[in-house]
């Protein structure tokens, strides 16, 4: 198991990460949504349409997501936010697998309880501690902003080359 560093409670930082499919599946898009405790936003990047092609389905089969959800979108997303994190909130659990490959901890949040990478057990504590005083519900809230805003993104076409 590696160690990892405290969470930095003086950055306060929380980055929440999310997907979003357009096009019937045809296309994937990412966001990361910084914000301060109060979820206030302090920065917000989206990716650019990711698309596979039919031999990268027929190659990937059932993985294709999670290759596209975490070495496409995510990875670069996250190593692009200029903002430092104290804590990354996920709510997809296969986006934990992110966690070995940055330096920022993170958890996944859903069904009412807090999920880390079974390799990062120890970040439980700080992650708690950072989000003692924040209420649950507004660390869920956040989510619909980011597929809000991949939703207009996308649909107008943000992103893609023009002609």
């Known amino acids: ?39 206030y936003p ?10 596979p ?7 990937y089969g059932s993985t ?4 596209i959800y975490i070495e496409l979108i ?3 997303l996250i190593r692009a936010i200029k903002s430092t994190m104290s804590l990354i909130i996920v709510q997809r659990p296969v986006l934990l697998e992110i ?3 940055i330096q920022t901890p993170m958890i996944h949040i ?12 120890n970040e439980s504590t700080n992650a708690k501690r950072l989000l003692s005083n924040t209420n ?12 809000t805003a991949l939703a207009e993104a996308h649909s107008q076409k943000i992103g893609e080359p023009t002609e």
């Open 110 to 121: 859903g069904d009412g309880e807090i999920k880390l990478h079974p390799d990062f057990l």
């Open 53 to 59: 092609t039919n031999l990268q389905s027929i190659l």
């Open 99 to 101: 966690r070995p490959k």
């Open 1 to 39: 198991m590696e160690e990892t560093a405290p969470v930095r409670i003086e950055n306060k930082s929380i980055g929440f990460v999310d997907i979003a499919q357009f096009e019937n599946g045809g296309a994937y898009r990412g966001g990361c949504l910084v914000t301060d405790l109060k979820t």
């Open 74 to 76: 995510c990875i670069p």
């Open 136 to 147: 649950r519900s507004k660390l869920i809230e956040p989510f619909s902003r980011i597929q």
């Open 64 to 67: 294709l997501d999670e290759y």
């Open 42 to 51: 302090q920065e917000f990047r989206i990716t650019n349409p990711v698309r």
